[in-house]
Each structure stands twice: as structure tokens, then as C-alpha cells.
Nanobody
Framework: QVQLVESGGGLVQPGGSLRLSCVAS????????WGWYRQAPGKQREKVAA???????EYADFVKDRFTISRDNADNTVYLDMHNLKPEDTAVYYC????????????WGQGTQVTVPS
């Protein structure tokens, strides 16, 4: 089992920045990929960014050059640094981890709200 706890969300003006944190505990050595997803009201959950095997990163086109995902192995924390925030970035942001063998598991945090007013 892996537990994920997000923090760092809030209200920020357009053009502002936020740092989201996700503290992981439990059997984190089983995790192959860490990621951040978001879900806006009335929309499906979408992938924002991922860090795979501790070094390869992926980003959705709508956040490239604005968001950065990183991981601090010493603190078992995954970060999402968000800059130049836009109203369309308003959503609940979820931390995600997946991995394991022979059974593949996926884990989710409880989410943290990010609001960028228009």
C-alpha cells in the first residue's frame, strides 16, 4: 500500500505561481511512475505531468514551459511547480503513483484545489 497526501493548493491571481507537494508513505519502492492529474468541474480527469523511473518527465501540451514536476527522494515528496497560472488551470489536482509486480497498482491522493479567477 502507498498513501499520498497533497498540499499547496489555493487561490492565486492569473500569472501567479504555486507549488504543490505530494508526500508519499508506505511501499513507495514499488512505484514506477509518479504523476499529477487534474479535474475541473464538469470535465474528465486529465494528466498534467509525470516523472518515470525517477528521471524521465512528461508534460501535457497545455502546461509545457509553465509547470515542472520533480521528486525529492530524501523526503519522499513529489512536487509540481506551476507558473504563469491561467483561469483554465482551475481544478482539483491529484497526486498519482503506479507500479508493482506482479500486480500493477495505482494510487491516488485526496486532491488539492487550485483556483485562478478570471
Amino acid at each position: 500500500q502507498v498513501q499520498l497526501v497533497e498540499s499547496g493548493g489555493g487561490l492565486v491571481q492569473p500569472g501567479g505561481s504555486l507549488r504543490l507537494s505530494c508526500v508519499a508513505s508506505g511501499n513507495i519502492f514499488s512505484i514506477y511512475a509518479w504523476g499529477w492529474y487534474r479535474q475541473a468541474p464538469g470535465k474528465q480527469r486529465e494528466k498534467v505531468a509525470a516523472i518515470i523511473s525517477n528521471f524521465r518527465t512528461e508534460y501535457a501540451d497545455f502546461v509545457k514551459d509553465r509547470f515542472t514536476i520533480s521528486r525529492d527522494n530524501a523526503d519522499n515528496t513529489v512536487y509540481l511547480d506551476m507558473h504563469n497560472l491561467k483561469p483554465e488551470d482551475t481544478a482539483v489536482y491529484y497526486c498519482h503513483g503506479e507500479g508493482g509486480a506482479p500486480t500493477w497498482y495505482a494510487y491516488w491522493g485526496q486532491g488539492t484545489q487550485v483556483t485562478v479567477p478570471s
